[in-house]
């Protein structure tokens, strides 16, 4: 077998990097790593296989994913059509292949494309600035709480129970390390976020709140700004689901400073959880405590415009207590095909398809709060997903339904053990009629007597 991966496998080779190095043995490039601090034992790995072994095993793997034949599952990661001209055009090779843009003289096609897939976002949030994306929704909340705290020089949060909880555990985990103090703010009877005015003080650097929030429900961002501005505290608003800002009015037309959200939906397949990409924008004054990278267009003596990276005092480039985050790239294939969708499916189009979100969701809505024994658990309008409550616990339904190829929705006690029977389902626009019938008369085999 050749050696295509790691090129100084042979103990020949090891040998003479050694000798270069002033090295006798490997375990000497560690000699500056305290004994007690070092790995006294081998990593917990298989045994070396060759190539074709190493195929069948992934290949073993992957035959063990289950593509259902219907999909209500959402919670964070959506089951979106996608045009057929964003897989022939990401698979160019100089898209697929491109790392970091640093040389913009070789790289204009991809700082184009980012400078586009900027301007988009823009657009969808009603900010004035975008960055090139991050790593995913999570990490770009947690990124604008720090950048908040940094903008006001306060260190509390409120962060509203409505946000997604692995989000919120990102932010605790950033918190704890940052010095930042986490308030949540808990929601009122119809799954919308509580008043904050009595949690927002002089020493909170921002609100934060998600909408559609994790259960579906749709946040009226405008009083929370407001109770933060009150205070000289910021808004942030995270959106895990970004095809509703197809239809619904943007973050920043109603009061939020930071909109940062998963960007999965336009065109980026679900992909059994990644890789996804986080979405980021700003009002222009934040713009230079933006973590992440940002492309802005320059004209040379001629007037030919061009793009380049600006604002760059930040990451593994510079010194790194000047930098705004630990965040040193961006999900550039994965912002490619964002862009790419983008600009397929139009300003008209997106509405459309969201359109179909709400339309779809509705009809199932209805027809499950029809079954005998299930029963809606908010009140608040919704996009695509919703919460029922059920007359047996949601595990029970998911994990049945799945041996018949139906992913039934995410059962709230997977977050919320008290929430037995609460169960999280999403239609989108591939949502058939078809489907939701045959989904609700599985469903109403529970329904009691």
Request: with cysteine; charged share 20%; proline share 6%.
């Amino acid at each position: 077998m050749s050696i295509r991966y790691i090129p100084n496998a042979t103990p020949e080779e090891q040998a003479s990097m050694l000798a270069a190095l002033g090295a006798s043995t490997i375990a000497e490039l560690f000699r500056g790593i305290p004994e007690d601090l070092r790995l006294q034992r081998p990593l917990n790995l298989p045994p070396m296989a060759s190539e074709d072994e190493l195929r069948a095993l992934f290949e073993s793997l992957a035959g063990q994913n289950i593509l259902p034949r219907a999909s209500f599952l959402g919670a964070g990661v959506y089951d979106h059509a996608r045009p057929l001209i964003i897989d022939t055009l990401v698979s160019r090779s100089e898209f697929y292949t491109s790392y970091t843009p640093y040389q913009p003289e070789i790289n204009q096609g991809t700082l184009q494309a980012i400078f586009e897939y900027q301007t988009f976002i823009c657009q969808l949030t009603g900010l004035d600035v975008s960055n090139a994306s991050m790593y995913d929704g999570a990490t770009a909340l947690a990124e604008a709480m720090l950048m908040a705290a940094r903008l006001t020089n306060r260190f509390r949060v409120v962060l509203s129970a409505g946000v997604h909880p692995e989000y919120r555990a990102v932010c605790e985990t950033y918190a704890r390390r940052a010095g930042i103090e986490l308030a949540l703010a808990p929601l009122v009877e119809d799954g919308t976020t509580a008043p904050v005015e009595a949690l927002v003080d002089d020493a909170t650097a921002c609100v934060a709140a998600q909408s559609p929030n994790f259960f579906g429900c749709i946040e009226d961002v405008a009083p929370l700004a407001e109770a933060a501005r009150k205070r000289k505290a910021l808004t942030v608003v995270a959106v895990a689901e970004a095809m509703s800002l197809g239809l619904l009015v943007p973050p920043g037309a109603v009061g939020a400073d930071i909109v940062v959200g998963e960007g999965q939906s336009f065109g980026v397949p679900p992909a059994f959880g990644g890789p996804h990409l986080g979405f980021f924008a700003a009002r222009e004054q934040f713009a230079r405590q933006m973590p992440g990278r940002l492309i802005g267009q320059a004209y040379d003596a001629d007037g030919n415009r061009g793009f380049v990276i600006t604002l760059a005092t930040r990451e593994q480039h510079i010194r790194r207590e000047k930098a705004t985050s630990n965040i040193c790239s961006n999900e550039g294939l994965c912002a490619l095909v964002a862009a790419i969708y983008l600009s397929t499916v139009g300003r008209r189009g997106l509405q459309e398809v969201a359109t179909r979100n709400v339309q779809k969701a509705a009809y199932l809505k209805n027809a499950l709060a029809a079954l005998p024994g299930f029963e809606l658990a908010y009140r608040a309008p919704t996009f695509n997903e919703f919460v029922v409550k059920t007359p047996v616990p949601a595990a029970q339904i998911v994990d049945e339904l799945l041996a018949e190829d139906i992913l039934a929705g995410l059962p709230l006690a997977r977050y919320f053990p008290e929430r037995t029977r609460e169960l999280l389902v999403c239609a989108t626009e591939n949502a058939t009629r078809a489907a939701m019938d045959d989904f609700a008369a599985k469903l109403a085999r529970y329904s009691p007597g």
